[in-house]
């Protein structure tokens, strides 16, 4: 049972933001108790050992780490550290009937040299540095006010301080700025998949929902580095946990919250625990880790339209790193960092088109990355000592519609299709490197986005709970991006402004509101 009837705030949701919210309460002096639905805390931000046997802790829904500020770190004090990935990324190809393949990052030589190899000159690494100069001023003009009070959109075109990026990314379709400035169809392709991760859009989309994702995947730590968690992403939740509990948080698990009642100045949390029983808890401010339309059902609301994921993601863990077809490649740099896997331009949006008319990709576009070739401490020694590795494979325009004739069945499809895109990179099956459970089953594990719904309670998987937004003030959005219709009820997950990824900063920006700050 909670340790009084009353609390200074109460949070549902026991996500990396829920925590991150309670720790910065909590470290001002107030009372704050968390509930959490699940067993443990951690929301989609979590390690776990999914194969029998194999000692292997795997970040299963969330894995890389970009958005969070160090200001969140440096404040709560958290033991917390991410490795830097050497190579930022390879996508094999075949070009006059030759396996071949950019690799980007390990030096400006070396990538300078594999743009001209892939393309015949220099025309497109020169694009390239160009291009991701001007996202790199963005970044560094942007990022630190995603723990400030919202800009108004002419104050952040203020703050970008440059028309050429501002129309670039805020004002056109992500698709016409690629197609002005490069022109080989491999190097758009990735370029583009920053706009897509989590996010079922066409390059061209007229509402900008590829840019608003392309932004915050480029944006992060002012640099748009994707960095490795060390420990796996369920270290970054367990240091959260620990600083709200060293300052006096209440963090319970096991407590599912039925309805929150209010009347703008005190709220009361009705929430129901493992045994059944019923309680009900009193707060001055009710923090809300969870959906917008979850947070509407609690409320007995009208919820927001319907939001719709659309991404497979896979574990794996393996015996060895596979070999390439492309001999010019180490295995060891080429899943160092992002693996695209039938992600040219145009393998993207005829994916696309295939998915929006109700079925499949035929080349199912995706992306792997080895964890453990940065950060080897997820695994046992004795597995390190015998070389496995693991494999976090991210797949997209997959929407749930597409599952929800036989789930099981299109994720059987859908897997099979996705690795077999892989093996025709390989040469030898991904099938054949698998490490075997203590069963004998290979360590392969898929999530569709009704696993996500299902395990999570994603609003229809969408790992952003709804397309993302500009980081600017919308209407209603209130001083911080996480107000609500009721001025004691914050929303402090992925759906508020500036939400979406491991970030804690709607964690951090409902705290601040709830502090008067």
Not at 119 to 139: H, K, N
Not at 147 to 170: C, G, I, K, Q, Y
Not at 197 to 223: K, M, S
Not at 500 to 508: Q, T
């Amino acid at each position: 049972m909670p340790d009084r009837a009353a609390y200074d705030a109460v949070i549902v949701g026991g996500g990396h933001n829920g925590l991150v919210a309670a720790a910065y309460l909590a470290r001002a002096g107030r009372s704050v108790l968390l509930l959490e639905r699940l067993g443990g805390a951690g929301g989609a931000a979590v390690s776990g050992r999914p194969f029998a046997g194999v000692d292997a802790r795997l970040s299963r829904y969330s894995y890389l780490v970009s958005l969070l500020p160090k200001k969140i770190v440096r404040d709560l004090d958290l033991d917390f550290r991410v490795r830097t990935r050497t190579i930022s990324s390879y996508t094999p190809t075949e070009r006059a009937g030759r396996p071949a393949g950019l690799l980007v990052g390990g030096g400006e030589a070396r990538t300078r040299q594999a743009f001209a190899r892939l393309t015949g000159g220099s025309r497109e690494y020169d694009a390239w540095r160009g291009f991701y100069a001007m996202t790199g001023q963005v970044a560094r003009r942007v990022f630190p006010t995603l723990t400030e009070p919202l800009p108004s959109r002419d104050e952040l075109r203020a703050r970008v301080d440059d028309a050429t990026a501002w129309r670039a990314l805020f004002e056109e379709p992500i698709g016409a700025v690629i197609e002005e400035r490069f022109a080989d169809d491999l190097v758009r392709g990735v370029v583009l998949t920053d706009a897509l991760i989590g996010t079922f859009a066409d390059a061209h989309e007229p509402d900008l929902r590829q840019n608003r994702c392309f932004l915050y995947h480029v944006i992060g730590g002012g640099t748009g580095d994707w960095n490795v968690p060390v420990g796996g992403m369920g270290a970054l939740t367990q240091a959260i946990a620990d600083s709200a509990r060293a300052a006096g948080a209440r963090l319970r698990t096991g407590c599912e919250v039925t309805r929150i009642d209010t009347d703008g100045r005190r709220g009361e949390v009705t929430y129901r625990e493992g045994d059944g029983a019923e309680r009900t808890v009193a707060a001055r401010h009710v923090l809300v880790n969870a959906s917008p339309q979850a947070l509407a059902a609690l409320l007995g609301e009208e919820p927001p339209a319907p939001a719709e994921g659309a991404q497979l993601k896979v574990n794996m863990v393996l015996k060895r790193l596979p070999r390439l077809r492309d001999p010019a490649v180490d295995p060891r740099d080429a899943f160092a960092g992002t693996f695209h896997i039938a992600e040219g331009y145009e393998e993207l949006a005829a994916a696309y088109a295939q998915a929006a008319g109700g079925a499949l990709p035929t080349a199912p576009p995706s992306e792997i990355y080895c964890h453990s070739l940065t950060d080897p401490t997820i695994l046992a020694p004795d597995l390190v000592e015998r070389g496995y590795q693991t494999l976090t494979l991210f797949g997209l325009h997959t929407p749930a519609r597409l599952f929800a004739r036989d789930n099981d069945a299109v994720r059987a499809d859908l897997l099979t299709a996705t690795l077999a895109r892989l093996d025709a990179h390989l040469a030898e099956p991904i099938a054949e490197c698998l490490a075997p459970d203590a069963e004998g089953r290979p360590c392969v594990e898929a999530k569709t986005p009704l696993d996500l719904e299902q395990d999570l309670r994603l609003p229809g998987g969408h790992i952003f709970h709804g397309d993302l937004a500009f980081p600017c003030a919308e209407e209603g959005s209130g001083r911080w991006g996480v107000a609500t219709r009721h001025a004691n009820v914050l929303l402090c997950g992925a759906g508020a402004v500036r939400g979406g990824g491991v970030s804690g900063i709607p964690g951090h920006n409902a705290a601040m509101a709830a502090l008067g700050r």
